[in-house]
């Protein structure tokens, strides 16, 4: 597609379920980012691929969170046991390489957790 | 680590004011640095990039090795540029690197 695309756009749950969250990136970009961004804060990097791989995970906050790119496209982001802390807007870009540093961004999933 | 800090939230101005959006950073090495934009009901989008040199808009930003800074300036503002500012940075291009954001800035233009 022309840009990057993020579904759902909104996503509405209850404390303690199970969520994913869908990035479709920009054709032949081989760099995909997620970020989170709480009310009020810029956007907070959770983790970024180069490929299928994970080349930085340093910002997953803990172990409920995971994210897969299977074959270096769609990625998903994957929420365990949500807890009403993790409500935010999920962020998801891509760029050409991970090196090129600009990043094209997705319209974001909105997560509430009720 | 890396860090950049946006000392303020807020700026309003008239229109045709002059403009300057603060940005400070911390950064072992020689980092890139950015601003984005996001215009209210639009996405994140980059608005410049300090190793490009252009002025987009209007707006300049220069990099201060010294300071540490990249102050975003416009010399009169429009009313169409009020919107939510970012400054951003990432290690050297052609690195393996995440992009790390300050809190924003919104920027506010009476007529």
């Known amino acids: 597609g022309a840009g990057v695309s993020q579904t759902p756009s909104n996503k509405v749950t209850e404390k303690g379920k199970y969520v994913e969250l869908r990035c479709d990136p920009i054709?032949?970009?081989?760099?995909l980012y997620w970020y989170r961004q709480s009310l009020g804060q810029g956007p907070e990097f959770l983790i970024y691929?180069?490929?299928?791989?994970?080349?930085?995970d340093s910002g997953l906050p803990n172990d409920r969170f995971f994210a897969v790119r299977p074959e270096g496209s769609v990625s998903t982001l994957k929420i365990q046991r949500t807890e009403r802390g993790d409500s935010a807007v999920y962020l998801c870009?891509?760029?050409?390489?991970?090196?090129?540093?600009?990043?094209?961004f997705g319209a974001g999933s909105r997560l509430t957790v009720l | 680590a890396q860090r950049v800090t946006q000392p303020e939230k807020l700026l309003s101005v008239f229109k045709g004011a002059p403009v300057e959006l603060k940005c400070n950073y911390s950064?072992?090495?020689?980092?890139?640095l950015f601003w984005y934009v996001q215009y209210s009901r639009q996405r994140l989008q980059l608005l410049l990039r300090?190793?490009s040199r252009e002025s987009i808009k209007g707006f300049t930003a220069d990099l201060n090795k010294g300071e540490t800074s990249f102050h975003l300036k416009k010399p009169f503002a429009q009313e169409e540029d009020s919107a939510m500012y970012y400054c951003?940075?990432?290690?050297?291009?052609?690195?393996?690197?995440?992009?790390?954001f300050g809190k924003g800035i919104t920027l506010s233009v009476r007529p």
């Open positions: 870009a891509s760029s050409l390489n991970s090196g090129a540093n600009v990043l094209t």
């Open positions: 054709s032949g970009h081989t760099a």
């Open positions: 691929f180069q490929g299928t791989g994970a080349a930085d």
């Open positions: 950064y072992s090495g020689s980092p890139e």
């Open positions: 300090h190793i």
């Open positions: 951003a940075l990432s290690g050297p291009t052609g690195a393996n690197s995440k992009l790390t």
